[in-house]
């Protein structure tokens, strides 16, 4: 059993930047594929962005591309979203995902709000 928990929600700024970090605990952590993604308000859950379990490869969503960085640090469990130059229309909860090749787990989200 895999858990998740996210952080580094809150409220900020048009242009403003936020870190959200993802702490996963059970399983081994350096073997999976983790994503964020987010849902807004009516709407369905979307993909931002996917990193494998090296590190060495990302793939974003064309609407955060060049805004949003992520990464991850194996040693600590943890994956991080950098969002930079944030605008209004990425409100949303944010949720962190885990594929590990058997199951797939999600963590409860974290709310990020950017005001204009």
């Known amino acids: 059993q895999v858990q998740l928990v996210e952080s580094g929600g809150g409220l900020v700024q048009a242009g403003g930047s936020l870190r959200l970090s993802c702490a996963a605990s059970?399983?081994?952590?350096?073997?999976?594929?983790m994503a964020w993604y987010r849902q807004a308000p009516g709407e369905e859950r979307k993909f931002v962005a996917q990193i494998t379990w090296s590190g060495g490869s990302a793939v974003y969503a064309d609407s955060v591309k060049g805004r949003f960085t992520i990464s991850r640090d194996n040693a600590k469990n943890t994956v991080y979203l950098q969002m930079n130059s944030l605008k209004p229309e990425d409100t949303a909860i944010y949720y962190c995902?885990?594929?590990?090749?058997?199951?797939?787990?999600w963590g409860q989200g974290t709310q990020v709000t950017v005001s204009s």
């Open positions: 059970g399983g081994t952590f350096g073997t999976y594929t």
């Open positions: 995902y885990a594929r590990t090749g058997q199951y797939d787990y």
